[in-house]
Nanobody, 115 residues
Framework: QVQLVESGGGSVQAGGSLRLSCAAS????????MGWYRQAPGKQRELVAT???????NYADSVKGRFTISRDGAKNTVYLQMNSLIPEDTAVYYC?????????WGQGTQVTVSS
């Protein structure tokens, strides 16, 4: 079964850092776009950052300058380095991968930032 598996979530104090990783398994093609989304309690899921196979990157305004997305295209692996975390970053973070009609999601990893 094709799947995306996230790791690296956890709890941190404001100002701290976390690094999320997402690896795709049983996928024989390169994802056109990989990215991170998040969903806070009582809120809709929102885009955090995406990166294309060609290296084009898009960030949500709320994370620009603090978060960095990167990927290993050959391995369909995507990373999210999160620095200067604030309590508003608290959410479940989901990895996403797309190619054509394939739209894959990971199970999510919790990130909690305390003040």
């Amino acid at each position: 079964q094709v799947q995306l598996v996230e790791s690296g979530g956890g709890s941190v104090q404001a100002g701290g850092s976390l690094r999320l990783s997402c690896a795709a398994s049983r996928i024989t093609f390169t994802m056109s776009v990989m990215g991170w989304y998040r969903q806070a309690p009582g809120k809709q899921r929102e885009l955090v950052a995406t990166i294309t196979s060609g290296g084009r990157i898009n960030y949500a305004d709320s994370v620009k300058g603090r978060f960095t997305i990167s990927r290993d295209g050959a391995k369909n692996t995507v990373y999210l380095q999160m620095n200067s975390l604030i309590p508003e970053d608290t959410a479940v973070y989901y990895c996403n991968g797309q190619r054509g009609t394939n739209d894959l999601w990971g199970q999510g990893t919790q990130v909690t930032v305390s003040s």
